[in-house]
Nanobody, 123 residues
């Protein structure tokens, strides 16, 4: 059974940092792009960041550029999201996703999804 399991979410104050992890199992994702999406209350799920299989290409939503860093460890079949300078508008459920994607911001191209981890930024 293929699974993506996120961890590392929680409650943090404005300006704080969190590191999200996503551990994959059931198959290797070393040849897939892996990304992070988020969904805030009452809003649609949106793209946050993606990293290609070699880690040479990374893309970020404008809203997180300069504050979030995506990375991966293919040996561990895992992807990470280091978040710093957190703002109240970063409050959302964060989802890990993986797949062979052409348009990285298009969530319909991702075949595998985690259940999500809640990030709450308090002011």
């Amino acid at each position: 059974q293929v699974q993506l399991i996120e961890s590392g979410g929680g409650l943090v104050q404005v300006g704080g940092s969190l590191r999200l992890s996503c551990a994959a199992s059931g198959r290797s994702f070393s040849r897939d792009a892996m990304g992070w999406f988020r969904q805030a209350p009452g809003k649609e799920r949106e793209f946050v960041a993606v990293i290609n299989r070699s880690s040479l290409s990374k893309y970020y939503a404008d809203s997180v550029k300069g504050r979030f860093i995506i990375s991966r460890d293919n040996a561990k079949n895992a992807v990470y999201l280091q978040m710093s300078g957190l703002k109240p508008e970063d409050t959302a459920v964060y989802y890990c996703a993986a797949g062979t994607v052409s348009y990285y911001y298009n969530q319909n191209e991702y075949n595998y999804w985690g259940q999500g981890t809640q990030v709450t930024v308090s002011s």
